[in-house]
């Protein structure tokens, strides 16, 4: 059932001042060393990841039945030794492993829990809220048969919520299977991708990272991004996505109107091209174009029902990026819904040059028009519009530029932007 509407589109290149205050770092906030069941200690984890795998920043997050109190701060000295301010942050955690729920990963904690509540899933999270500064990672989830994924996601309230601002990916199944149900639970969290290193292969296990957006690269900062929302998980280690509503970056909660700004950026430095970017809610798929490796857009969206906005891209060779939500609240008024329209967005046109418009609904006697900035009328049709069926019309003869379409309906009137991008 479609229950988000979406009334326009514009596809241009804009400044980014939100992403501007913020710089991307790439690392791994899942790995384990000499306290699990790796031969070499968190400070050559450290180092290995810093000086051979080149990533940001590596949490060391030994087994908590393996380890104890003296070797959780044998880490947090190791993390804070290999630190190097600019450089490289070493964070210090420990991964908290159920055998019934799943495992997460508690992070800024210098204590731990009774290893009894690897068996009692509300004993863990009432440890972990009265420890307002802790804060943990979804590890993972899926990966076993034997877990029950925390009872597929069941929302536990905004102190539980709050907790845990992270989930993990390491493969695309568990991101593709759990992401959008954690986050239609009622879960706000955002997407990162670790390699969990049970080896000497900190960094360079494979090409997976996780992303932050930070004011610099210090623990503080890296604790601030994750804890506003500032994460992406990528399956390519140079890709980067951003997205965010006017000044209001991903993670944040926003009230909805209507014709809402979602600017996003993709990027990768090894010009790898997407064959498909998609912007996703709980309602499901809304808009999916192809682009070249650079992206920076501002798509304008009216969302009545949509709990959450997203961005999963992927690439041509098959590596995915997801982004953190925006999330939106609140009820639009004063929007009429008669008609309700939804044109695509497009980098590249269809190979025959023509561009496509359907209609959530049957629209019969409506007249188009396809203007160009100064006024002039390229298209002009009567048209009817059928429920899932595209009207295509043909711009081979148009140049590259934004266009203004109007349809004109006995009971409203659209009008929208396009970019016609060769």
Same mark, same amino acid.
């Given at each position: ?72 701060? !044998?880490?947090?000295?190791? =993390?804070?030794?290999? *630190?190097?301010?600019? $450089?490289?942050? &070493?964070?210090?955690?420990? @991964? ?98 670790? !390699?969990?290193?049970?080896? =000497?292969?900190?960094? *360079?296990?494979?090409? $997976?990272?996780? &992303?932050?957006?930070?004011? @610099? ?206």
């Amino acid at each position: 059932m479609k229950l988000s509407l979406i009334l326009a589109f514009i596809f241009i290149a804009m400044v980014l001042q939100g992403q501007g205050i913020y710089t991307v770092y790439f690392g791994n906030l899942h790995a384990h060393a000499g306290f699990s069941d790796v031969e070499q200690t968190p400070s050559d984890a450290y180092t290995y990841a810093r000086d051979v795998a080149g990533i940001d920043f590596l949490a060391v997050t030994d087994h908590m039945e393996q380890v104890s109190g003296d070797e959780l701060l !044998q880490t947090q000295q190791a =993390a804070a030794a290999a *630190t190097q301010p600019g $450089g490289f942050v &070493g964070i210090a955690g420990y @991964e908290w492993g159920s055998p019934y729920y799943g495992h997460c990963n508690v992070f800024n904690a210098n204590e731990m829990p009774a290893v009894s509540s690897y068996l009692n899933w509300s004993s863990f999270r009432e440890w972990l809220i009265e420890r307002p500064y802790a804060f943990a990672q979804f590890n993972h989830p899926g990966d076993e048969d034997y877990f029950n994924n925390w009872y597929d996601f069941e929302y536990k309230g905004e102190a539980t919520d709050a907790s845990f601002p992270l989930i993990e990916f390491q493969n695309i199944q568990q991101a593709n299977d759990w992401y959008e149900l954690a986050l239609n639970n009622g879960w706000h969290l955002s997407p990162v991708w670790n !390699q969990d290193n049970h080896s =000497a292969d900190w960094g *360079t296990k494979n090409d $997976g990272r996780a &992303g932050l957006w930070c004011t @610099e690269l210090s623990l503080n900062s890296m604790y601030d991004a994750i804890l506003a929302g500032r994460t992406f998980a990528s399956m390519d280690k140079n890709a980067i996505v951003w997205l965010e509503s006017g000044l209001n970056h991903m993670g944040s909660t926003i009230q909805r109107y209507g014709n809402m700004p979602f600017h996003i950026v993709l990027n990768d430095s090894d010009n790898e091209n997407w064959s498909s970017i998609e912007f996703r809610s709980d309602n499901g798929l809304l808009v999916s174009f192809a682009s070249p490796a650079e992206v920076d857009t501002t798509i304008l969206m009216t969302l009545y029902t949509d709990k959450y906005v997203y961005i999963r891209a992927i690439q041509e060779d098959g590596d995915y990026v997801w982004s953190a939500p925006v999330y939106l609240s609140g009820v639009i008024t004063g929007i009429s819904d008669a008609m309700q329209i939804k044109i695509p967005v497009y980098t590249v046109l269809n190979r025959d040059n023509t561009m496509e418009i359907n209609s959530t609904q049957v629209v019969e006697n409506a007249q188009i028009q396809l203007i160009d900035v100064s006024g002039r009328v390229h298209f002009s049709s009567c048209i009817s519009l059928f429920a899932d069926k595209d009207f295509t019309f043909g711009v081979a003869n148009l140049q590259d530029g934004v266009y203004i379409v109007t349809i004109t309906h006995p009971s409203h009137t659209l009008i929208t932007k396009i970019l016609i991008q060769r």
